[in-house]
């Protein structure tokens, strides 16, 4: 018998090995999807079974015998084995890679996949001691005495959280507390709503009500405000009523408290989330309560896509346009269309929600492949926001906020109402400028420009991670430096200066990065002790503000005269998700675009026309270049210190394609990234484009075994990248 391993290394290809001895006692061969502790040169890896085979091309003298079966059972359900094995030959990625991509830490050392949770309570002993008077002695034990008195039980991992594994045995040993048995799980169940379903809300969610237990892709295209997490409520009640699981995508961490609190607001119990911003160990016991059932409602961000769920009955995909649902390193996923995968394999249905869709997922609908429903006025009393582009050639502006925006928010504030400034730039300023010679303060790993951080005090490159202290004078001719440009930093600056009796709150990478930061931010912005909140694109994602009722654009020219043929589609994207966080509430919205090219048809068509006007002559110019959803993209992109061999290298693959005579497909480079340098690398790529995802498959399948045998640079670095989102 011979064991087909994945592990986790960069090879494209999986690894034979001899059964163990204690294989032989199983009833048969291993399960697939059960991981396998086997020696790797010098070094003992855990892999996963990915197949059985009787013979191999490996030379019996060099074939080595695993050394331990570490499961039973497979460590992921069959529906998620299958993709996991599909996304890793769709994206071109090894298998190995992929499979540790799915699964926590820990369960990749091999800690058990399932355990029995160990539960411990006070005994009639530890509670009279509790009942006596308290002494000096122990006071750890004590505390843990305590904390043991203010509830019925706790769990070993839940105690280890707070007080360390000493004091629970020396209490153990005392006899103050014991084991005992697992609480009852409590049955599942919905509170019911306050909100009524408009008439909207009620034919979507009888519409996916209908496809339970059928795979069908719903397309919920509701405007910002419009209820589309209610509908999400009531679906999942019914898709999991009888024992099911549902999983929730949401494209940001910031999002997944929120909607996680407004989950258990609604649901008794079965809520776990999935993200980054776990621990080690919080992230296992997610993982397992998810594999082993007691998860009913899985809540999380993109790599939430593999948890491994035995009884999915539905996937919500919310903000689905969300270029954060794309991984931009290592293993190039997307989880929103995983997610349709998943849900094909899986025969349940999948809801993609959004206010502003990509053009991908419209073209689909318009196809007829998903369902499409529409939301499209706001719940309740709210209407949508009045928008109004600000001229910045006819208006003198104060760091970057003209005067009509100044009035205009000084209005607001005094009739109550909460206000959003948006601009996605973080930092102080984008450079420091020397006005006597033209110095710019360069970044000396990149072909960009410092970020000044007055706060932090620093110089840092938002690309590479540099960073070093703020110059006084131009290191070129000696003159005084000048900041140039606005970042949100400085825009808090200005706006504490102009009201003063209006406190502020930030939101950006740099407010958020400290654990809990975000739900601070935004619990001061709901209480109404914030009254204007800066941020960037942190707070497009879908946020409810009630009491906002002014949204102010800073700079929205970032995307018009971008190289990226999706720029000026995300540009739109934004521009509306902003927008469409006023208005929610008592009080009417309002939006205020600053622009230097209000005559711009994009901007003038989006305030006329809405988002679907936007997007349909986007599609029609879309189909005119032949760009997808009209071609099928990949991009081969390299990176290497030497910038002579990268090329080289890049021109070797491009002769490779020519042998394989594929043409219908194109390969079209090498050609510089729009960041040549970055982190002392030099940075390349090509593009491949055709009409066809077949010709596209078959085409990668047999160039990158070419390409993978290419010489290149010392150091090269080369990736595949299907479907990207970016081509610069």
Same mark, same amino acid.
């Given at each position: ?9 960069? $090879? ?34 855990? +892999? ?49 890679? %992929? ?26 002993? +530890? ?28 769990? @070993? ?46 034919? &979507? ?35 999991? /009523? ?52 007691? #998860? ?19 996937? *919500? ?28 394999? #899986?025969? %349940? ?7 502003? !869709? ?58 109550? +109402? ?23 303060? !360069? ?13 932090? /005090?620093?110089?840092? &490159?938002?690309?590479?991670? #540099?960073?070093?202290? *703020?110059?006084?004078?131009? /290191? ?6 000048? /900041? ?22 930030? $939101? ?18 709901? @209480? ?17 503000? !009630?009491?906002?009722?002014?949204? %102010? ?12 043929? =999706? ?42 026309? +809405? ?7 986007? $599609? ?16 081969? =992109?390299?990176?290497?210190?030497? @910038? ?6 890049? =021109? ?14 194109? %390969?079209?480079?090498?050609? @510089? ?50 479907? !990207?989102?970016?081509?610069?």
């Amino acid at each position: 018998m011979i064991l087909q391993i994945a592990l986790d290394t960069p $090879l494209r290809r999986v690894f034979d090995y001899r059964a163990p001895a204690q294989s032989s006692g199983l009833d048969g061969a291993p399960r697939l999807g059960v991981r396998v502790r086997v020696p790797f040169g010098r070094q003992q890896l855990i +892999g996963i079974l990915i197949g059985v085979a009787s013979e191999s091309a490996v030379a019996e003298a060099k074939l080595k015998t695993a050394l331990e079966i570490l499961d039973l059972h497979p460590i992921v359900d069959p529906v998620t084995f299958d993709l996991l094995c599909w996304a890793a030959e769709y994206y071109h990625h090894p298998i190995g890679e %992929v499979f540790a991509a799915a699964l926590p830490v820990s369960l990749r050392a091999g800690q058990p996949a399932l355990q029995k949770p160990e539960w411990w309570s006070l005994s009639e002993t +530890g509670r009279l001691e509790l009942s006596a008077p308290s002494t000096r002695r122990a006071p750890q034990q004590r505390a843990l005495l305590e904390w043991l008195g203010t509830r019925e039980h706790a769990t @070993s991992d839940e105690i280890g959280e707070a007080f360390k594994p000493a004091q629970l045995r020396s209490l153990a040993a005392r006899g103050w507390i014991a084991q005992a048995a697992a609480p009852p799980t409590a049955a599942l169940s919905l509170r019911p709503s306050d909100v009524d379903l408009t008439e909207s809300q009620a034919h &979507c969610v009888a519409a996916v009500l209908e496809s339970l237990a059928t795979f069908a892709a719903h397309l919920l295209y509701g405007v910002t405000g419009s209820g589309k997490t209610e509908v999400y409520l009531r679906v999942i009640a019914a898709a999991i /009523a009888d024992g099911g699981q549902a999983l929730v995508l949401v494209p940001e961490i910031a999002l997944t408290p929120q909607l996680v609190d407004r989950f258990r607001r609604r649901f008794n119990s079965g809520v776990v989330a999935v993200h980054s911003g776990l621990s080690g160990t919080e992230r296992r016991d997610a993982w397992r309560a998810a594999h082993g059932g007691q #998860a009913r409602i899985i809540i999380g961000t993109r790599s939430a896509v593999f948890t491994s769920l035995p009884k999915l009955a539905l996937i *919500v995909v919310d903000e689905e346009h969300d270029p954060s649902y794309k991984q931009h390193e290592g293993f190039r996923y997307s989880a929103r269309d995983l997610a349709v995968i998943r849900a094909r394999g #899986a025969a %349940v249905p999948v809801i993609l929600g959004s206010a502003t !869709p990509s053009l991908e997922t419209l073209e689909n609908s318009a196809t007829g492949r998903y369902f499409k429903h529409l939301l499209p006025q706001r719940a309740g009393e709210a209407q949508p926001p009045r928008m109004t582009l600000v001229d910045l050639r006819r208006h003198a502006a104060e760091q970057g906020l003209s005067t009509p925006a100044m009035q205009t928010m000084a209005q607001h504030l005094q009739a109550g +109402g909460q206000i959003i400034v948006f601009l996605n730039r973080r930092g102080y300023a984008p450079s420091l400028f020397c006005n006597a010679c033209g110095w710019v303060a !360069p970044c000396a790993h990149c072909d960009a420009r410092m970020t000044l951080h007055r706060r932090a /005090a620093q110089l840092r &490159c938002h690309h590479c991670g #540099a960073h070093g202290p *703020v110059p006084t004078i131009c /290191a070129s001719c000696g003159q005084a430096l000048h /900041a140039v440009g606005q970042g949100t930093e400085r825009v808090e600056e200005t706006l504490a200066r102009l009201f003063p009796d209006a406190p502020l709150a930030r $939101l950006d990478r740099d407010t958020a990065s400290a654990r809990g930061a975000v739900v601070g931010v935004l619990d001061r912005v709901h @209480s109404g002790e914030a009254r204007i909140l800066i941020g960037t694109q942190m707070l497009t994602k879908g946020h409810h503000f !009630p009491e906002v009722s002014l949204v %102010v654009i800073l700079d929205a020219d970032q995307g018009l005269f971008a190289s990226d043929f =999706r720029a000026t589609e995300r540009l739109a994207q934004t521009i509306t998700q902003v927008a469409g966080r006023a208005g929610r509430g008592r009080l009417a919205g309002e939006v205020l675009i600053q622009t230097q090219f209000p005559e711009h048809p994009l901007l003038n068509r989006l305030i006329r026309d +809405g988002y679907e006007g936007f997007a349909l002559s986007a $599609l029609e110019e879309r189909r005119e270049a032949g760009w997808p959803p009209y071609s099928r993209l990949a991009i081969l =992109r390299a990176e290497a210190r030497d @910038s002579l061999g990268l090329d080289a290298f890049l =021109r070797a693959a491009v002769d490779s394609s020519g042998r394989l005579r594929e043409a219908a497909v194109k %390969v079209l480079g090498p050609a @510089s990234a729009l960041m040549a340098r970055r982190a002392d690398h030099f940075r390349a790529h090509l593009l491949v484009e055709t009409a066809s995802r077949a010709h596209l498959q078959r085409f990668l399948k047999n160039w990158l075994a070419l390409v993978d045998e290419l010489p290149g640079p010392p150091g090269l670095r080369w990736s595949i990248d299907v479907d !990207p989102l970016d081509v610069d």
